[in-house]
Structures are given as structure tokens and as C-alpha cells.
């Protein structure tokens, strides 16, 4: 089992509607079949950094789907939308589940 978490630090001002977005991209991965990520939001560091986490059985599987998440227009479209609202491109860690 593996995690992926990803990291989003908002442009100032754009954290209302980078959260929306980020919900709204984690119902269409949902809705594509993909595990639902989990959304967090930080307390303290970055002002309205956003964190995803996404289960996935392996990294295969993980490496597998980014060719039908590419594929999937509900997705893209929202991701489109997320970009710009970024300070810099968003952080993309794997972790590994050991217990």
C-alpha cells in the first residue's frame, strides 16, 4: 500500500477557491473510480496550503492510472482551473505504508 500526497500552496488570496477546486477534483477522480483523496489544510506554515493524500495498492497501479486520469476531461478540467492559483507547481510525495 502506498500513499501519495501532494502539496498545494495558493497564490495570496486564492485559498477559498483553490480549496473548492481541490474538492471538487477529488469527487471527479471518485467519480472516474479512483479512491476518493483526503483533504487536509495546514495550521501553521504557508498560509492556505492545501495536502492531499491518496491510497493506492502499489505504485504500479499508482503509475497506471496517470494515463486515465490524463483521460479524463471531469478531472483535467479542474486541474486546469487549479493551476493557476498556485504559488509554484504543487509537491508530489510517494509514501510507502510499513504498518
Same mark, same amino acid.
Given at each position: 500500500?502506498?500513499?501519495?500526497?501532494?502539496?498545494?500552496?495558493?497564490?495570496?488570496?486564492?485559498?477559498?477557491? $483553490?480549496? +473548492?477546486?481541490?474538492?471538487? @477534483?477529488?469527487?471527479?477522480?471518485?467519480?472516474?473510480?479512483?479512491? +476518493?483523496?483526503?483533504? $487536509?489544510?495546514?495550521?501553521?506554515?504557508?498560509?492556505? &496550503?492545501?495536502?492531499?493524500?491518496?491510497?493506492?495498492?502499489?505504485? @504500479?497501479?499508482?503509475?497506471?492510472?496517470?494515463?486515465?486520469?490524463? @483521460? &479524463?476531461?471531469?478531472? &483535467?478540467?479542474?486541474?486546469?482551473?487549479?493551476?493557476?492559483?498556485? @504559488?509554484?507547481?504543487?509537491? &508530489?510525495?510517494?509514501?510507502?505504508?510499513?504498518?
Amino acid at each position: 500500500m502506498i500513499v501519495v500526497r501532494r502539496t498545494y500552496v495558493p497564490n495570496p488570496g486564492t485559498g477559498g477557491t $483553490l480549496l +473548492r477546486l481541490v474538492k471538487q @477534483a477529488s469527487a471527479e477522480m471518485e467519480n472516474a473510480g479512483f479512491a +476518493r483523496p483526503r483533504i $487536509l489544510r495546514t495550521a501553521f506554515g504557508d498560509h492556505g &496550503t492545501l495536502i492531499t493524500e491518496q491510497p493506492w495498492d502499489s505504485l @504500479a497501479d499508482y503509475d497506471d492510472s496517470r494515463d486515465r486520469v490524463r @483521460a &479524463t476531461p471531469g478531472i &483535467t478540467q479542474v486541474f486546469d482551473q487549479i493551476y493557476p492559483l498556485l @504559488a509554484a507547481t504543487h509537491n &508530489t510525495e510517494v509514501l510507502i505504508e510499513v504498518e
